[in-house]
Every structure is written in C-alpha cells, then in structure tokens.
C-alpha cells in the first residue's frame, strides 16, 4: 500500500516590510513520509519569504507531476533556465529524471540540461534510441530503466539483462547506470521487491560474464 502524506494547517501573519507585503495566510501543506519535517518547514519558510500572488505549493519533496519536461515541451526552455539557477557553481554530479513522454520530440533541446546524467523511462516505451542517438549525439551519462513499472509481470533476469546489453549496444558502459526506471509505487511491495531482486541478478550475471565491476 502507497504511503500517504499527512496534511499540515499553518495560520500565518505574514509583514515583509521590505516589499510591503501584508498578508494573513492559511496554508495546508502535505507531507510525504519521505520528507522531514524540518524540510517542510523550510519549505514554508520560503513560501513566505517569496510570497506573491499566484505562487503555490507543489506537492512535496517528491513530486511525479514537476517538471512535465516530456509532455509539455514548450517548457523547455524554462526548465532548462531553472535548472542552471539550482546547479551553477556546485561541484556535484546532478541526475535528472524524465518519465514517459514525447522524448523523440524534444531530446535534442534536453541535451541543453545542465546536469551529468539523464534519467529516462523508457524501459516500456517503443522509443528507438538508437535512432535519437544517431541524429544527435548523446552527451551524458544515460540513467537506463531497465524495469517496466507499469506491469505486474516480474521480468526475469534474462529479460532485464537483455534490456541492459541493448543499453550497452548505445554508450560504453562507463556511461551506463542501471535503474528501475520510474518509481515502483505502482506496484505492491512485493512486485517491487521481485523486480528489483531480478535486476540486481540481471547486473550481477552481466558483470561476472564480462569481467565488469
Ligand atoms: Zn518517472
């Protein structure tokens, strides 16, 4: 059964001098159980410090709807920009995650990202890659699903394993990092448990047969 969040109630008076902004707020904001509460708080705090007609929550630290970068393409160039005010300057690897989407479409312009690692659903897709790849050249580390997450079935190492070499086919291995593909919440805690259990065998077996760490 899927976590749910717990709904906090604030009642804030909110006077900001400096932009003159005046406002009594009542707020109720969701937290995820994967979030603290320390993390909401600050959440909030930052609400107000940006307060401004129209601004809204999202729903949380882990949000499936932000950014909708493969269905709404016309965003594009604002998540691009977004993107560069979170990691300009930090010395970190960033990993962005995109689900299911017109990716055929935009991938070109989602090389702009600044990030070092593309993560893309794509495991149950009829994408072609290899296609995309051809026309323009993949630039990052690719994050690859290798489950699909939609479905009951519990794919079997082998089947998994093929997923990883058809990856293998497209960028070195260096460039590759295994993953489920989208989150498992759909699926029960059992059907999670066994796909992520035949994947870790589907990387074990690949890495043993090819002398990969
Ligand atoms: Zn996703």
């Given at each position: 059964m899927a976590l749910t969040a717990t709904i906090y109630n604030f009642s804030i008076g909110l006077s900001d001098v400096d932009r003159a902004v005046y406002e009594s707020l009542a707020l109720k904001v969701a937290r995820h159980p994967s979030e603290t509460e320390e993390h909401l708080l600050t959440r909030v705090l930052a609400y107000c410090l940006e307060f401004a007609e129209g601004i809204g929550f999202s729903?949380?630290?882990?949000?499936?709807?932000?950014?909708?970068l493969s269905v709404r393409p016309e965003e594009l160039p604002f998540a691009i920009e977004a993107m560069h005010l979170v990691?300009?300057?930090?010395?970190a690897y960033f990993i962005i995650h995109a689900c299911y989407g017109a990716f055929d479409a935009i991938y070109s312009q989602m090389l702009?990202?600044?990030?070092?690692?593309l993560d893309l659903a794509?495991?149950?897709?009829?994408?072609n890659l290899m296609e995309m790849f051809r026309r323009d050249p993949f630039t990052k580390d690719l994050s690859l699903?290798?489950?699909?997450?939609?479905?009951?079935e519990v794919e079997a190492p082998e089947t998994v394993r093929a997923r990883i070499e058809k990856g293998l086919q497209l960028l070195p291995k260096e460039s590759i990092w295994i993953d489920p593909d989208c989150?498992?919440?759909?699926?029960?805690v059992e059907e999670a448990r066994a796909k992520l259990v035949n994947m870790f065998a589907a990387v074990k077996a690949l890495r043993a047969d090819s002398g990969v760490n």
């Open positions: 729903r949380g630290i882990s949000d499936p709807d932000e950014p909708a990691t300009d300057g930090l010395p702009k990202l600044p990030v070092d690692n794509i495991s149950h897709s009829t994408l699903g290798v489950l699909d997450v939609h479905s009951h989150g498992l919440k759909t699926r029960t």
